[in-house]
């Protein structure tokens, strides 16, 4: 075990080689295994790495595309912000994650905070209902796609009925 001191924040902490704490972010090296029956962090290799076992073949190409899906998944980012800041950690040797410059997003912030409990009660409403139910409570319209990635970014299950059927 490696012992890392950040003394600007006055704490210590106990880390393995394979994760280096930096200013608002985290490196982890990873130990990459194809050909496993299913995709996920499986433990840890050796010292200096996590093992990473991918459901895939050890075919050109596919084992990259698995581990960019999971880690996509794992970190709740798209698949191509993903290979975006791979790319740029390639090129530069880092990734800066930051958000987009603009203003907030009213919308969202009020639709993320209504959506769970409004599902609750409701759950078996079509998408254009959802977006009339939301209009009619906030007095802000969106779209049938906007309320779709909406529901599938909150946790567990939700259907995502189109038409009243």
């Known amino acids: 075990m490696a012992r890392g001191v950040d003394k600007s924040e006055g704490w210590v902490t106990a880390q393995r080689n394979f994760v280096r704490p930096a200013k608002d972010r985290v490196y982890v090296k990873l130990r990459v295994s194809p050909g496993a029956k299913s995709t996920g962090v499986k433990g840890l290799y050796g010292e200096g790495a996590l093992k990473l076992s991918i459901a895939a073949p050890p075919a050109e ?17 798209s698949r191509s912000t993903l290979k ?41 409403l079509t998408l254009a209902e959802h977006c009339e139910a939301f209009e009619d409570e906030a007095g802000v319209g969106v779209s049938e796609a906007t309320m779709s990635r909406s529901i599938k970014r909150l946790p567990g299950e939700w259907p995502l009925k189109k038409s009243p059927e």
Do not use: C, M
């Not at 190409?61 to 980012?77: H, P, Q, S």
């Not at 950690?89 to 800066?96: A, I, K, M, P």
């Open 61 to 77: 190409g596919k084992i990259n595309a698995e581990v960019e899906r999971y880690l996509a998944r794992l970190f709740g980012v």
């Open 84 to 124: 975006r800041w791979l790319g740029r950690r390639r090129l530069t040797g880092g990734v800066d994650v930051h958000l987009i410059p603009g203003r907030p997003s009213v919308k969202g912030e009020a639709l993320r905070k209504w959506l769970p409990s409004h599902l609750q009660r409701n759950p078996d």
